[in-house]
């Protein structure tokens, strides 16, 4: 069993900054963030598996960075030139066994979830 808690969402005018985090309990070989508007899908913003493997959205590469800390049990977004359309709740995800690569922005290849963290961007 694996239990996750974001935090850190936020009001943040465009261009600014925000860094998520989501203090894990459990084993888990790969973790994502994801995010879900209103109306919308939710969709993969960023995975982090064992081994220090690393997948991000085309929309956010080279804004937004996930980072893993073991020791602290916790796993961080850091969200840069943040802009309107970034505006969603953000959730942890964790899967204790390894996804494949092309697998690990699908919501479906992950078994737990977080609450969610809002993160509400103004123009």
């Known amino acids: 069993q694996v239990q996750l808690v974001e935090s850190g969402g936020g009001s943040v005018q465009s261009g600014g900054s925000l860094r998520l985090s989501c203090e894990v309990s459990g084993y888990a070989d790969c973790m994502g963030w994801f995010r879900q508007a209103p109306g919308k899908e939710r969709e993969g913003v960023a995975s982090f598996c064992r081994g220090d493997n690393m997948e991000y959205a085309n929309s956010v590469v080279g804004r937004f960075t996930i980072s893993r800390d073991n020791a602290k049990n916790t796993l961080y977004l850091q969200m840069n030139r943040l802009n309107p359309q970034d505006t969603a709740m953000y959730y942890c995800?964790?899967?204790?066994?390894?996804?494949?690569?092309?697998?690990?922005?699908?919501?479906?290849?992950?078994?737990?979830w977080g609450q969610g963290t809002q993160v509400t961007v103004s123009s």
């Open positions: 995800a964790a899967q204790p066994g390894l996804i494949l690569q092309w697998l690990r922005l699908r919501r479906d290849a992950y078994t737990y």
